[in-house]
C-alpha cells in the first residue's frame, strides 16, 4: 500500500485492547472504497493517566508520520482522541469518528466513583476524565462525527438508571459535544456499535466526506 493512502488509528476503549474493532476495521478498509492504512493504538486503560495515553499517542503518530490522519474511537477512546488532538493539536489532516464516547459527562462514571471497589477497579483515567462533569467542546480543526447507541445494553445500567436514550452505558446526551460536524443515533448497544455494518458504512462515509448518510 502506498505511504501516501490515508492512515487511520482505531483507539479503543475502557478494559478493551483493540482486538474488540476487528470486525469494524475489516469492514472500512471494505467500505472506505480506497487504499486506506489501519493501525491500532493500544494502551493501558486502567492505569495510565491521560497525560500518560495522549504523549504516546503522539509518539506513535509521529512514527508513522502520515500526510493524511484519521482516527476513530469507542468509548473511552473518543476522550483519548479529543484530549490528544487538544495537547498535540499539529498534525496532519484528516477527520474523526467517534463512537459511544462520554464526551461531555459520563453518569455512570459519576455512579460508579460512589463506589469504592468499582472506583478502583475502572483506574486512572476514568477517574480523572469522567467522575466530576466538566463543559467540553470540540475545537480541532478537523470535522468530527459521533455515533450513540440507544439500545440500553450495557454494564453502566448496573450502577445508574438512564431516563433518557442510551447504549447501556452511555446516555446519547452524553455523546453530543458542542462543535461536532454531525451526529447520529443507531439502535445498537455500546459494544453492539463495533459489530454494526451501518456503523462501519457510516464511519466510512464521514471519514470521506464529513457527514453522515443518514440523519439524526
Not at 472500512?28 to 493501525?39: E, I, K, Q, S
Amino acid at each position: 500500500m502506498s505511504p501516501e493512502s490515508p492512515h487511520l488509528i482505531y483507539v479503543h476503549g475502557l478494559f478493551m485492547n483493540g482486538s474488540d474493532s476487528l470486525v469494524l476495521r475489516r469492514r472500512l478498509l471494505r467500505d472506505f472504497g480506497a487504499p486506506l492504512n489501519v493501525h491500532v493504538f493500544r494502551y493501558r486503560s486502567t492505569t495510565a493517566t491521560m497525560a500518560d495515553i495522549t504523549s504516546r499517542l503522539q509518539a506513535y503518530v509521529q512514527e508513522l508520520a502520515p500526510t493524511s490522519l484519521h482516527f476513530v474511537a469507542h468509548s473511552l477512546g473518543g476522550l483519548v482522541v479529543h484530549r490528544f488532538l487538544e495537547r498535540y493539536p499539529e498534525q496532519a489532516p484528516g477527520r474523526v469518528v467517534l463512537m459511544g464516547s462520554p464526551l461531555v459527562a459520563s453518569r455512570a462514571a459519576v455512579a460508579i466513583a460512589r463506589v469504592k471497589w468499582a472506583a478502583a477497579m475502572v483506574g486512572r483515567c476514568v477517574a480523572e476524565e469522567l467522575f466530576d462533569e466538566r463543559p467540553r467542546c470540540w475545537v480541532a480543526e478537523r470535522d468530527l462525527g459521533v455515533i450513540a447507541g440507544t439500545t440500553p445494553m450495557g454494564l453502566g445500567r448496573l450502577f445508574t438508571r438512564f431516563e433518557e436514550e442510551s447504549d447501556g452505558t452511555v446516555a446519547v446526551s452524553e455523546t453530543r459535544i458542542p462543535g461536532a460536524a454531525d451526529s447520529l443515533s443507531l439502535p445498537l448497544s455500546h459494544m453492539g456499535l463495533l459489530l454494526s455494518a451501518r456503523v462501519a458504512r457510516e464511519t466510512a462515509a464521514f471519514l470521506k466526506t464529513g457527514k453522515f448518510l443518514l440523519r439524526g
